[in-house]
């Protein structure tokens, strides 16, 4: 693998041979699964994993294949498929994975415009269909004879009527642009600061606070479907608890990983391009030094561009962010 040349503010993480070599060891070849195994990474093809996790052991499910278009990943190619095509494969994945979930366990299904018909029909055969979230994208380009492509779609899924939301973890902060206030002057349902006026909104499902990764961002890699930890975070935090088991049988580059890791949960990934894999790795790797979740700090989201009033070195708990010293981060292996 021959490093790229990048400009010296370019933040993407890279692999050399040396890294690369050491990371080898932290990723699991399926030929060596354990079906007890957590917090582990392992290197194969989903579909002949998912037959031997354990059953009823997963309290989330993320999924984000690919999506219906001809792809490279890292070697891999996906094939374009009709609707109905790749209706049968996505059915076959959620297949494949339905007996690992708890009754309780909830899904959530990433796709475009153009997947989210089949991921509608299969998912809605199988799992109580909760809602639709969509995303802006504020990456692309433009198109001269259709709409810009700028958003994509979540599908929220629970495999039954019992299930984890905690509405609480995952409020949005926003900035307060006509405050009101009660009688007495003080304000009504929004808090004042030095920084700032700002009110915690509940959650809804249109996110236009989620920022791509890209190349000035410490997160960012070159798998060319990354989502954001900003994302992910949410998902995990509104439909898992710490300790819960998270599940993504197309890691990536191993953001859903990564995120579980900071906010206390277990994690089971699996990817099939040990490029991939390795960058996951790493990722997690350096996820014990502490390093912050992008736009999410003291235990809530904050609306893009406005957490610029939170100064210093940061690190996630359970709870959030917190300040941490410089000299206190953990050694990694680099």
């Not at 370019?10 to 195994?37: G, M, Q, W, Y």
């Not at 060319?224 to 993504?248: F, H, M, R, W, Y």
Request: proline share 5%; charged share 30%.
């Amino acid at each position: 693998m021959v490093e790229k040349n990048r400009a010296p503010r370019n933040r993407t993480i890279s692999l050399s041979e040396h890294k690369r070599d050491i990371l080898k060891r932290c990723v699991v070849s399926d030929e060596k699964f354990d079906p007890c195994a957590l917090d582990v990474t392992y290197l194969g093809d989903c579909l002949r994993i998912a037959p031997r996790l354990q059953p009823a052991s997963v309290d989330l499910l993320v999924l984000d294949p690919p999506y219906n278009l001809n792809k490279d990943f890292g070697g891999n190619r996906f094939r374009k498929r009709t609707v109905d095509e790749y209706t049968d494969w996505l059915s076959a994945v959620l297949d494949a994975f339905m007996p690992c979930l708890k009754e309780t366990a909830s899904i959530y299904i990433c796709g475009d415009w153009h997947t989210s018909t089949s991921i509608f029909a299969a998912a809605s055969e199988r799992f109580v269909v909760r809602n639709r979230i969509t995303w802006e994208r504020e990456k692309g380009r433009g198109a001269k004879a259709n709409w810009k492509n700028s958003s994509e779609d979540i599908w929220f899924c629970t495999k039954g009527d019992e299930y984890k939301f905690n509405v609480e973890s995952v409020k949005l902060r926003r900035k307060v642009i006509a405050p009101y206030r009660d009688n007495d002057g003080s304000p009504k349902d929004w808090s004042e600061g030095v920084n700032g006026n700002f009110r915690d909104t509940h959650p809804s499902n249109i996110w236009t606070d989620i920022t791509i990764p890209f190349w000035s961002m410490p997160e960012n890699t070159d798998h060319p479907t990354q989502k954001s930890e900003k994302l992910l975070a949410k998902l995990i935090l509104a439909s898992s608890n710490p300790g819960d088991v998270v599940l993504d049988p197309f890691l990536g580059s191993g953001t859903t990983s990564v995120v579980a890791k900071k906010l206390g949960r277990k994690f089971i990934g699996i990817e099939c391009v040990e490029e991939y894999a390795l960058l996951s790795a790493y990722r997690l790797d350096q996820a014990s030094k502490g390093s912050p979740i992008q736009g999410y700090a003291d235990a809530v989201f904050w609306e893009r561009n406005t957490l610029n009033a939170i100064n210093g070195t940061t690190k996630v708990t359970n709870a959030g962010v917190s300040k941490v010293d410089k000299n206190s981060e953990q050694e990694s292996l680099f």
